[in-house]
């Protein structure tokens, strides 16, 4: 049982027959759920298809800090009836990048709150984008209501280490990248983080330690694929396929059984993500 939270089924430099090679990879696999999560319009559509072309997907429809200079209101309406369709579960990918800034920071600001104000009004969970924009992010995730008791009270609460009741905003930091201090934080705010392959490098302490010291319970796995891919493939293409050694890494990390981990972060994500 394994749910690969973060995809990219919807690259668009896969070929049709890439594509279906890839879906009968998925079925030949472990995995159980993927979520295919869109970065602009077109692989917003492409999503919600291959939702509906396959059992075990689901989609997320939104516009990457990358493509915000994309964004226009209409294209902003559209999102929104993409998110009508059957298997759309969170608005995402979203968010804030400062690394490449595709986009001008200004713009990516203002979609990002735009989209935040579309998953508060359609009490949709989202799922979140952030590269070199640590503060920024949580500033306008903040000021925007993400983590506000009116929000959280739209969702079940879910269950922490010790079994306790805990409130839960419905927010996905994807492929974490942060401190232990900011993961903490997060958590607190009652948001969820997800692990990606990049903790399987020997060099990357930071997310180590994020793996070693939050709770399962607030974790997910992903592949963020095709991109990001974990040792021992890294150099090759991600697969989703390959969520199997990130989850066997926190694993490790944490000193428990892999089934563990890969139950646990599944059943959180189906849980995050409201899948029967």
């Not at 279906?20 to 602009?40: A, H, N, Q, R």
């Not at 990516?108 to 009490?123: D, G, H, S, T």
């Not at 694929?225 to 050694?245: D, I």
Request: proline fraction near 5%; charged fraction near 30%.
């Amino acid at each position: 049982m394994l749910f690969d939270s973060h995809a990219h089924l919807n690259n668009e430099n896969f070929t049709e027959e890439q594509r279906t090679e890839l879906v009968k990879e998925i079925e030949d696999s472990p995995l159980s759920y993927v979520m295919d999560v869109g970065f602009d319009l077109e692989s917003s559509m492409q999503a919600v298809k291959d939702a509906q072309d396959n059992d075990w997907c689901y989609a997320a429809v939104g516009f990457h800090p990358h493509d915000a200079k994309n964004m226009d209101d209409m294209i902003l309406e559209l999102i929104r009836g993409l998110t009508k369709k059957d298997k759309v579960q969170a608005i995402g990918e979203i968010g804030l990048d400062y690394h490449y800034d595709l986009s001008e920071r200004d713009v990516q600001r203002y979609w990002f709150r735009r989209q935040i104000q579309l998953a508060n009004e359609l009490k949709m969970p989202v799922i979140i984008h952030s590269r070199e924009a640590d503060q920024d992010t949580m500033t306008i995730l903040k000021e925007e209501g993400a983590f506000s008791d009116e929000r959280k009270s739209w969702f079940e609460p879910r269950r922490g280490p010790d079994g306790q009741l805990l409130a839960d905003s419905r927010v996905l930091l994807h492929c974490f990248s942060g401190s232990s201090e900011m993961a903490e934080q997060y958590v607190k705010l009652g948001a969820t983080l997800s692990i990606c392959g990049p903790v399987t490098f020997k060099n990357n302490r930071k997310t180590r330690q994020v793996a070693e010291r939050i709770p399962l319970e607030f974790l997910l796995v992903e592949t963020d694929s095709p991109y990001l891919t974990p040792e021992p493939f890294r150099g090759r293409p991600n697969k989703p396929s390959y969520v199997e050694y990130t989850a066997r890494k926190v694993a490790e990390l944490k000193g428990i059984s892999y089934e563990e981990v890969a139950r646990v972060t599944c059943e959180n994500a189906k849980r995050f993500f409201r899948i029967p």
